[in-house]
């Protein structure tokens, strides 16, 4: 879950601020009975920075996997973006590189994947890797995707429905 200052999202900076959108782990449990692998992959630059301790940030991926058990993985960038070079850039939403590792770890065709996103940068990193992509619009004041999203929702239980009447074949 992101936190809203002015529009914009910023990720929670404590453990105790970290919490899941209501019946995220229903909508996941209905794609994983569907057959669909599951992967969260995310960027988390303010550890890059210096604003944040990685170990704070895997405390909540590991609230994260408990709450949401059906996860098949977890992708996790810590370039801080910006313009700083970093050794995993090519990770870093919106570039695919996340999304490939997960591919190829796990076996997935990207062209029958989706990539599931309410940021510019998942709708990007979502097309550069060959996926059908979803925006989950929350009303970010950010830029628009380079790329319009395949779909555009409210909501993940939005999203999940898009998914399942649509399978890639």
């Not at 970290?18 to 995310?42: E, N, P, S």
């Not at 619009?137 to 999203?149: K, L, S, T, V």
């Not at 993940?156 to 399942?164: F, H, K, M, P, S």
Request: glycine share 8%; net charge negative.
């Amino acid at each position: 879950m992101q936190v809203v200052r002015d529009g914009k999202p910023f990720p929670p900076d404590t453990l105790a601020e970290f919490r899941l959108y209501d019946d995220v782990a229903a909508d996941c449990a209905r794609l994983k009975a569907a057959g669909y692998a599951l992967v969260v992959a995310t960027n988390q630059p303010d550890v890059g920075r210096g604003k944040q301790t990685q170990a704070v940030v895997e405390a909540m991926h590991a609230q994260l996997l408990e709450l949401i058990p059906t996860l098949d993985r977890l992708e996790v960038s810590y370039a801080p973006g910006q313009g700083i070079a970093h050794p995993e850039d090519y990770r870093r939403k919106p570039q695919p590189g996340m999304l490939l590792d997960a591919a190829s770890a796990l076996g997935l065709d990207l062209a029958r994947s989706w990539m599931v996103g309410d940021r510019w940068g998942d709708i990007d990193a979502g097309h550069a890797a060959g996926c059908r992509t979803i925006l989950i619009d929350h009303g970010y004041a950010e830029r628009i995707p380079e790329q319009p999203p395949h779909y555009t929702v409210r909501s993940l239980a939005e999203a999940v429905g898009i998914i399942l009447a649509h399978p890639l074949t």
